[in-house]
C-alpha cells in the first residue's frame, strides 16, 4: 500500500509537470498564431515590410519567423511560469485554495506582471514618451496570454490531475 501511495505521488506530481508544459504552449501557439496571420497576408499581397531581412518576407520565411517566435514565446512563458506560477500554485495548494477562478486571476497576473515590472524599469526608462494607456494595453495583452494558458492549466487541474472522490462537491471548484 505504501509503494502505491507513493506511485500515485509520482504520478501527480509528473501530471503537474506536464499540465505547467502544456500551459506554456497555448500562450507560444497564440503568440506563433497571431505573428503568422497578418505577416503572411501581407506576403501573400505583395506588401512586403520594410525590413533587412529579405526571408521574411516570403511566406516560407514567414512559416519559420513565426515558428520561431512561438519557440521564444514558450521559453518566456516557461521562464514566467517558473518564477512566479509555481510559487503561486504551491501557495494555493498549501492553501487549499485551487479554484477556477483563483487559477485565472494568478494566471493573468503570472502573464502580466513580469511584463508591468519589466516596462516600468527599462521601456520607460529608455522610451519615456510613451502614454501610460499604451504601456497598460500591453500589460494587460500580456496577461491575456498567461490566462490563456491558465484556462488549459485549471482544465488539466480539475479534469486530469486532481482526484475524484465522493467527497468533493463540484461547487467547491
Not at 141 to 161: A, E, P
Request: with cysteine; proline share 5%; glycine share 8%.
Amino acid at each position: 500500500m505504501n509503494n502505491t501511495k507513493k506511485l500515485d505521488i509520482k504520478n501527480q506530481q509528473i501530471k503537474i509537470i506536464v499540465a505547467f508544459l502544456a500551459t506554456a504552449v497555448v500562450p507560444a501557439i497564440l503568440c506563433s498564431a497571431l505573428y503568422f496571420i497578418p505577416m503572411m497576408n501581407k506576403s501573400l499581397s505583395g506588401e512586403f515590410l520594410q525590413t533587412p531581412f529579405e526571408e521574411v518576407n516570403s511566406p516560407s520565411g514567414v512559416m519559420q519567423s513565426s515558428i520561431g517566435f512561438g519557440i521564444i514565446s514558450f521559453f518566456v512563458a516557461l521562464f514566467h511560469i517558473i518564477i512566479l506560477g509555481v510559487p503561486l500554485f504551491l501557495l494555493g495548494l498549501r492553501l487549499s485554495m485551487i479554484r477556477w477562478w483563483t487559477t485565472l486571476i494568478g494566471a493573468f497576473i503570472v502573464g502580466g506582471l513580469p511584463y508591468f515590472i519589466f516596462g516600468a524599469l527599462i521601456i520607460n526608462i529608455s522610451t519615456p514618451k510613451t502614454p501610460l494607456d499604451t504601456y497598460l494595453k500591453e500589460t494587460a495583452t500580456m496577461g491575456l496570454f498567461g490566462l490563456s494558458g491558465g484556462v488549459i492549466f485549471w482544465i488539466l487541474w480539475r479534469h486530469w490531475i486532481q482526484e475524484k472522490s465522493s467527497n468533493n462537491s463540484d461547487a467547491e471548484n
